[in-house]
């Protein structure tokens, strides 16, 4: 498969390897000084690039009939603009917060323990989530989805960055900068008499890359918007 890299930073450089690994050749190598994208020899796109910059290149991916995946987080606010777009041009696109097999299982237990403590008030929730200080977003795309699915499986309505907010209907996120931390995820329900906690820690940002590549390989000659339980069939 020829693969575009939309993003050629950390992320672009491990995907770039492993792709090459299983036997998938490069297209593209696209940065901050890419002007034009040219998707004539192209079979799938991979974004991992800028919050500012994974709206234009998902559309460009679409526009071009080329299926594509994108890891960049901190944009979601365009997320159904890109649904309804790759809908109206019958294209393939699939978002994934995270795309380690590992952060996808913790997705699991997450919304069961979400489930199992909604009936039981005296647990009061919090997420951390750990990152190396080059992130430019927060909280995390993967610490969203967590809150997300919480809100989904629980009574709480909404998630705040704010410490001192006084709403106990959200979630509070804590986001911490650590030199190097490639991605740290932490769920905690504390009681008056005990704790329940839950963490998923990356040691490095492999499993990350292998997950984006096979998300590649498995979009490659589909259409519709998917995401990462079609990929890894968790739980089915
Ligand atoms: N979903 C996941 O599993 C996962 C895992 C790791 C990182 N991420 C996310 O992926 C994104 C990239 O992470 P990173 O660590 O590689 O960041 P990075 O800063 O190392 O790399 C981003 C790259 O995008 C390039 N870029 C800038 N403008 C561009 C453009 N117009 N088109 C294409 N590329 C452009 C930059 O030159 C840079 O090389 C972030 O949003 C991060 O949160 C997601
Ligand atoms: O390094 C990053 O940036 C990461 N971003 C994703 C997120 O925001 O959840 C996944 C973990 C690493």
């Known amino acids: 498969m020829r693969i575009a890299l939309l993003g050629y930073g950390k992320m672009g450089k491990i995907i770039e390897r492993v792709a090459l690994e299983?036997?998938?050749?490069?297209?593209?190598?696209?940065d901050s000084k890419t002007t034009t994208l040219d998707f004539s020899k192209t079979d799938v796109a991979i974004d991992f690039s800028l919050p500012s910059t994974a709206?234009?290149?998902?559309?460009?991916?679409?526009n071009a009939n080329v299926p594509v995946i994108s890891g960049t987080t901190g944009w979601l606010d365009k997320y159904d603009d890109i649904v309804e777009h790759c809908n109206r041009k019958n294209g393939a696109f699939?978002?994934?917060s995270n795309f380690s097999l590992g952060v996808n299982?913790?997705?699991?237990?997450?919304?069961?323990?979400?489930?199992?403590?909604?009936?039981?008030?005296?647990?009061?929730?919090?997420?951390?989530?750990i990152h190396h200080t080059q992130k430019l977003d927060a909280p995390s795309g993967t610490a969203i989805s967590l809150a997300e699915d919480i809100i989904k499986n629980s009574n709480y309505k909404n998630w705040t960055l704010d410490e001192d907010e006084d709403d106990?209907?959200?979630i509070k996120i804590e986001a911490k900068r650590i030199v190097d931390v490639p991605g740290t995820?932490?769920?905690n329900y504390n009681s008056e008499v005990?704790?329940?906690?839950?963490?998923?820690t990356a040691h490095n940002r492999e499993g990350f890359a292998l997950g984006a590549v096979i998300a590649a390989e498995w979009i490659a000659n589909k259409k519709?918007?998917?995401?990462?339980?079609d990929v890894l069939k968790i739980n089915e």
């Open 22 to 30: 299983r036997g998938h050749s490069i297209s593209i190598k696209a």
């Open 55 to 62: 709206v234009s290149n998902i559309t460009s991916s679409i």
């Open 94 to 96: 699939l978002y994934a």
């Open 105 to 129: 299982i913790f997705f699991e237990v997450n919304r069961v323990l979400a489930s199992l403590i909604a009936n039981y008030p005296d647990y009061k929730l919090n997420i951390e989530e």
């Open 168 to 170: 106990s209907d959200a």
């Open 185 to 187: 995820h932490i769920i």
């Open 194 to 200: 005990d704790a329940i906690e839950i963490k998923h």
């Open 224 to 229: 519709g918007v998917f995401n990462m339980k």
